[in-house]
């Protein structure tokens, strides 16, 4: 699956909280960005190998511009170093995007919680969920409270959301929002694993949402032996080894895919399946999705048996 890529100019810097730097891009000839809705995210090229992905945290009905923030990571990879200290207004960036994998559905009662930088692809949600005449509140945890981003923003929501900085009133307490959700209320939660994780352990099934910044411990069905990839495209047959991914195994055979974290947890690589039945190890598709089995992340995932036949 393929999405489309501009160059865009960084046309505002702005720290948005002690460690979290937002930006403003717009297209260099100011020409209307792609449309998009909460929960999207973009890829951002910053250089050769440089590659991230950022929720949007703006408004969608503002054509003219994206907003990102980035958290600068104590132990990154580098990406977040080089948004706060090589990246300056006017600079200009390739963008891929925007995609959605954490879209908000229609209901009439909605729980957000949010840790960390988690917080940028809530905000959006919390407006159209404002808009739309729904219920909502908002449980929002960080380390400290000079850490959170956009709590003023948050101000004129009142009591619907409470803030928990860790230093003054320890770790987010879960029970009153993912425990007896009702079947008219959907759970929106991204941030760090542990918290996700812990959400997915109380919360009813079908009521939970999430989105990974980091890929989840998927866990092997069995051995990991090889298998056959069918280009259906062109008929070729590409073998997987067993410590090879689906998607080194194409590209080695001269086969251009769109990728970009290989961690399973940007979406970028999803692939249509055309027959066979893949074992999925992403962090992204919902369980329904896994269940239809008629797309897969070929940067993790694999294949139950000896044979796919995939839409490339």
Not at 80 to 97: M, P
Not at 101 to 126: D, K, S
Not at 194 to 214: H, K
Not at 258 to 286: I, M, N, Q
């Amino acid at each position: 699956m393929t999405s489309p890529e501009t160059e865009l100019v960084v046309a505002r810097r702005q720290m948005a909280a002690e460690g979290v730097l937002a930006l403003t891009l717009r297209h260099p000839r100011h020409e209307e960005l792609p449309r998009w809705q909460p929960g999207a995210h973009v890829d951002v090229v910053l250089g050769p190998g440089l590659e991230r992905q950022y929720s949007l945290c703006g408004d969608p009905a503002d054509r003219a511009v994206w907003r990102i923030a980035v958290l600068r990571e104590r132990d990154g990879r580098g990406g977040s170093a080089h948004v706060h200290e090589e990246l300056k207004v006017g600079d200009r960036v390739r963008v891929r995007g925007p995609r959605n994998h954490f879209r908000l559905e229609a209901a009439r009662r909605y729980r957000f919680v949010a840790g960390g930088i988690g917080i940028t692809p809530i905000l959006p949600m919390l407006a159209a969920a404002e808009e739309a005449g729904a219920e909502w509140s908002l449980l929002y945890g960080g380390r400290t409270r000079s850490g959170m981003a956009f709590t003023g923003q948050l101000e004129r929501y009142g009591d619907r959301v409470t803030l928990v900085p860790e230093e003054e009133s320890g770790r987010l307490d879960l029970g009153p929002v993912v425990d007896d959700v009702p079947g008219d209320t959907l759970v929106y939660c991204c941030g760090p694993g542990p918290l996700l994780d812990a959400a997915r352990e109380r919360c009813p099934a079908g009521r939970l949402r999430v989105e990974r910044f980091s890929p989840a411990q998927a866990q092997p069905a069995g051995p990991d032996p090889g298998f056959e990839v069918v280009l259906a495209r062109s008929g070729r047959t590409v073998v997987v080894e067993p410590d090879v991914s689906v998607l080194d195994a194409v590209r080695g055979a001269g086969v251009e895919v769109l990728f970009s974290c290989a961690e399973g947890t940007c979406g970028t690589c999803e692939t249509e399946v055309v027959a066979g039945e893949p074992e999925h190890r992403d962090s992204v598709l919902t369980e329904e999705e896994r269940a239809a089995g008629e797309t897969m992340l070929i940067c993790v995932s694999r294949c139950r048996g000896r044979r796919l036949v995939l839409d490339l």
